[in-house]
Every structure is written in structure tokens, then in C-alpha cells.
């Protein structure tokens, strides 16, 4: 009795230690170069929405801007990178295309003046980590 006692309780100390699998999540329209590429100026909203999907916000109050919106949540590394792009048009053509674009590499659009004081990046930051029941009593702390 006493061994299978300690025995369950070995198993469940060790079953604790295990992290359970957790799949990366993607949200939103995957934006790479390769899609910005084939924008032009000029565009129609019906070829930009079948180059890069519908976009996840359209403004109620400015029909003529498209926010795209992607996001990945890497749990390995546990970290979040997002993009955001968006699309400006006028009389329903494209006109100009803004955010997180490298346009260094999408030769077909020509930097506006907010992209090159800004710059056009894709933001990296980590994922919070909360801490543990257990932590939050004190009972395990890593000053310790």
C-alpha cells in the first residue's frame, strides 16, 4: 500500500513537469513581399482584395482605407510578431500603401514620406509569461 502510495504520487510529480504542446497560431492575412510585389498604383480595390484576401478592418467611415492585419505566435520561441499594412485608395484605386512594408523590396510602389522617416518593419516582441500560483505565494521565487 505504502509503495503503490509513493508510486502514485511519483507519477503525478512527474506528470507536472511536462509543458503540453501548444501549436503556433496565425491570425489574420498572411502578408509576405511576394504579395506586396504584385501590387501596382493604379489597382483597382477588386485586384488588391484577390492579391492579399479581405482585409480585416474596413474604416465605416473612410471606405477608401483597407487595414491588413497578421499576426504569429510563435510558442517555442515565445514570441508574437505582427504586421500591419494598409492600403489607401482614391476613386477606388490604389494610390498608396503604408505600415510595416519593406520598400526596398517592392520595387513596383514608390516610398511615401511617412515610410522613410519610419521605416518599414516587422515588430517582434515577447510574449508575457504569467506567473504561477505558486510563485505568487512566494513559495517559489528565482531570487532564491
Keep these: 500500500m505504502k509503495r503503490l502510495f ?3 504520487i511519483l507519477a503525478l510529480s512527474l506528470s507536472a513537469c511536462i509543458r503540453p504542446y501548444q501549436p503556433d497560431i496565425q491570425q489574420g492575412n498572411i502578408l509576405n513581399n511576394s504579395n506586396l510585389k504584385e501590387l501596382r498604383y493604379g489597382m483597382g480595390k477588386q485586384e488588391v482584395l484577390f492579391i492579399l484576401g479581405t482585409p480585416m478592418v474596413i474604416d465605416p467611415f473612410n471606405e477608401q482605407r483597407w487595414d491588413y492585419y497578421y499576426s504569429k505566435r510563435d510558442n517555442n520561441k515565445r514570441q508574437t510578431t505582427t504586421r ?8 477606388n484605386k490604389l494610390v498608396a500603401l503604408r505600415g510595416d512594408v519593406n520598400l526596398d523590396q517592392v520595387e513596383s510602389l ?3 514620406t511617412e515610410d522613410q522617416q519610419h521605416g518599414g518593419t516587422v515588430i ?12 505568487r505565494l512566494g513559495l517559489f521565487n528565482k531570487d532564491d
Excluded: N, R, Y
Design 6 to 8: 509513493l508510486l502514485s
Design 84 to 91: 500591419l499594412v494598409t492600403a489607401i485608395f482614391d476613386d
Design 110 to 112: 514608390a516610398p511615401s
Design 124 to 135: 517582434t516582441k515577447p510574449t508575457h509569461k504569467e506567473k504561477g500560483w505558486l510563485t
